[in-house]
């Protein structure tokens, strides 16, 4: 299966600051890339679906100014949270989709936000 | 779109019993269900999966069966062991370029 990375692991930042998380498909050419939020002792939910070269598609709820996502490469998807604050502390996974069913997921970035 | 609901959210089996897990859909347009497993901190694992066209796949100790008509289907895991603990999602979908729908997750404690 597709090897994915995410950079960083781990992250903690003061409130109103801005946070980048990188998403890299290391053997596999993603065209589409999602984004997935998880809440302590809660399921994963969808925020996004990032298609390279062209716009993201954001699901209900999800504010897409806030939640910038830019997929310029058929290897990497950046999820950037903008002007973070303290509800904004989860953990963000990728998952990298293609033409076999199966999705193949990040490690996931774990941010604190402070 | 779709929904998923799953059950138990949370469930607790003696080493060696079996564990079932049920989950249901509402999209009939959903024709891939994949399981995964979580572990603290951790991204989810593909454990098993299964297509519209199959009724039950089995790997080693671990079966998925599918009702397309009733739109359920179920995790079985048997002679269970202590390793197995963690939480188990179950998931639906259309296809590797369609979003992904998780059902909210059963932790399972293996005691042993």
């Known amino acids: 299966g597709a090897v994915v990375s995410q950079h960083p692991s781990r992250v903690i930042c003061k409130s109103g600051t801005s946070v980048k998380i990188e998403c890299r498909s290391l053997d596999f050419q993603a065209t589409t890339m999602f984004w997935y939020r998880q809440f302590p002792k809660k399921s994963l939910m969808l925020m996004a679906t990032?298609?390279?070269?062209?716009?993201?598609?954001?699901e209900q709820g999800v504010e897409k100014d806030k939640f910038l996502i830019n997929h310029a490469s058929l290897t990497l998807s950046t999820l950037t949270v903008t002007s973070a604050q303290p509800e904004d502390s989860s953990f963000y996974i990728c998952?990298?989709?293609?033409?076999?069913?199966?999705?193949?997921f990040g490690p996931g970035t774990r941010l604190t936000v402070l | 779109g779709e929904n998923v609901e799953q059950h138990p959210s949370t469930l607790s089996v003696q080493e060696g019993d079996s564990a079932v897990i049920k989950c249901t859909y509402s999209?009939?347009?959903?024709?891939?269900f994949p399981w995964y497993k979580q572990e603290l901190g951790k991204r989810p694992q593909l454990i098993i999966d299964i297509r519209s066209n199959v009724g039950e796949k089995k790997d080693q100790r671990i079966a998925v069966t599918l009702n397309k008509t009733a739109k359920h289907f179920s995790l079985h895991i048997t002679e269970t062991q202590p390793e197995d603990s963690a939480v188990y999602f179950c998931?639906?979908?259309?296809?590797?370029?369609?979003?992904?729908?998780f059902g909210t997750g059963t932790k399972l404690q293996v005691i042993p």
């Open positions: 999209d009939s347009a959903s024709n891939y």
């Open positions: 990032s298609n390279e070269g062209s716009k993201a598609t954001y």
């Open positions: 998931a639906a979908t259309s296809g590797g370029y369609q979003k992904v729908t």
């Open positions: 998952s990298v989709g293609g033409e076999t069913d199966t999705q193949y």
